[in-house]
């Protein structure tokens, strides 16, 4: 694993989401995030599996490798109702931003929580609020030797 995908291990994990959408009427999202390096490091696999409103969504998303031109690490997404797409990520100490041409989102880790404001901005160029999430870390079940 080389240095800069190092930067993204305190993602590593299981978390419990919650959050609620803050444009139009409010929607409550409830759900699990979980990521995970792939053998050898070069790509953090990240899954979610969330209710929004009434709406089950299930997204698998691949992170990495960083890329040194643009000091980015590219983020492909995938999600069950057959969209997709594709975000950068940076990193600044313990804050992360994702960002795309129409959606972005800062992420504050601090040890077993993170805190995620998320933005649209359906033109491009005027920005407005869409999520507040919050994520707690799952504590690893113990495992039991065979």
Same mark, same amino acid.
């Given at each position: ?5 190092? $930067?993204?291990?305190?993602? =590593?994990?299981? *978390? $419990? ?29 990240? $899954? ?20 040194? =031109? ?10 069950? &109702? ?9 990193? /600044? ?10 959606? &972005? ?12 404001? *998320? ?7 005027? *920005?407005?609020?869409?999520? /507040?999430?919050?994520?707690? $870390? ?9």
């Amino acid at each position: 694993m080389t240095p800069e995908n190092a $930067r993204l291990d305190p993602l =590593v994990g299981s *978390w $419990r989401t919650a959050g609620r959408t803050v444009s139009g009427p409010a929607v409550e999202i409830s759900g699990t995030d979980t990521y995970e390096w792939m053998t050898g490091g070069a790509f953090l696999l990240h $899954r979610a599996d969330v209710r929004m409103g009434d709406e089950e969504l299930e997204v698998i998303e691949m992170i990495g490798p960083y890329d040194p =031109v643009t000091g980015t690490w590219p983020m492909r997404s995938f999600d069950s &109702r057959g969209a997709f797409g594709t975000m950068h990520a940076t990193v /600044d100490d313990d804050v992360w931003t994702f960002a795309s041409a129409t959606e &972005r989102a800062t992420l504050t880790v601090t040890g077993s929580t993170m805190a995620a404001r *998320w933005e649209r901005a359906e033109n491009g160029s005027d *920005w407005t609020d869409w999520m /507040d999430m919050t994520f707690t $870390r799952i504590p690893p079940t113990p495992t039991t030797p065979a």
